[in-house]
C-alpha cells in the first residue's frame, strides 16, 4: 500500500512520517513516535483511554486516522507536566487526590480534564462529571478523579481549594 507523507507538533515538536493511510493515529503515537501514554482500551472510542488534544479539541486517537492529523497540533500527556520538568496541577491533584488506582484510565484522564480546565476554568462538580463522561475509570468511582479536577482547578485559578468547592 502507498504511504502518505504527514507532518504535525506533537507536544510542541514538528514530525513528518511516511504512513499507511490506514494507521490509526493511536498506532502512530504509539508506534511510530514511542508516546506510549495514550492507551489502547476499547478501539471503539467508549473508554477515553486514548485521549489526546487535537488542535485544541479533545479527541479519541483510536477513531481517527493518522493522515486525518495531517497539519494539526496534537498533545498526549508526555506534554502537560511543565517546562521544567515539574508536575501539572492536574497530576499533582491526580497524585494529592488520590485520583488514580490501576492508573489506565489516567493519562487519557488528565488530557481530556486539561481541556475541560481550558473550556470551564473552575467548573463545578457536575461540570466535571459531565467534561469526563467520555473516559471510563472502572477502579476509582470517580470522586476521587473529580477531587482532582478541583484541585487542579483551584490551584491553577489562585482561588483555595476550599473555596473552589462550595
Known amino acids: 500500500m502507498a504511504k502518505t507523507q504527514i507532518a504535525m507538533k506533537v507536544n510542541g515538536k514538528a514530525v513528518e512520517a511516511l504512513v499507511e493511510p490506514r494507521t490509526l493515529l493511536i498506532h502512530f503515537l504509539r ?3 514511542s508516546l506510549t501514554g495514550p492507551h489502547i482500551g476499547c478501539e471503539t472510542s467508549h ?3 486514548c485521549t489526546v488534544d487535537l488542535n485544541g479539541k479533545s479527541v479519541k486517537s483510536c477513531t481517527m486516522f493518522a493522515v486525518q492529523a495531517n497539519g494539526a497540533d496534537i498533545l498526549t500527556i508526555e506534554g502537560i507536566a ?3 520538568g515539574s508536575l501539572h496541577a492536574l497530576q499533582e491533584g491526580f497524585r494529592e487526590m488520590h485520583g488514580l488506582q490501576c492508573g489506565f484510565c489516567t493519562p487519557g484522564m488528565i488530557t481530556r480534564a486539561h481541556r475541560l480546565l481550558q473550556e470551564i476554568p473552575n467548573p463545578s462538580e457536575q461540570e466535571i ?10 477502579c476509582t468511582g470517580y ?6 479536577i478541583q484541585y487542579a482547578a483551584a490551584k491553577l485559578s489562585g482561588v483555595p481549594a476550599k473555596e473552589a468547592a462550595e
Open 129 to 138: 462529571r459531565e467534561g469526563i463522561a467520555g473516559n471510563l475509570c472502572r
Open 143 to 148: 470522586q476521587n478523579i473529580v477531587k482532582a
Open 82 to 84: 511543565n517546562a521544567d
Open 47 to 49: 473508554c477515553g483511554a
Open 31 to 33: 508506534e511510530e513516535l
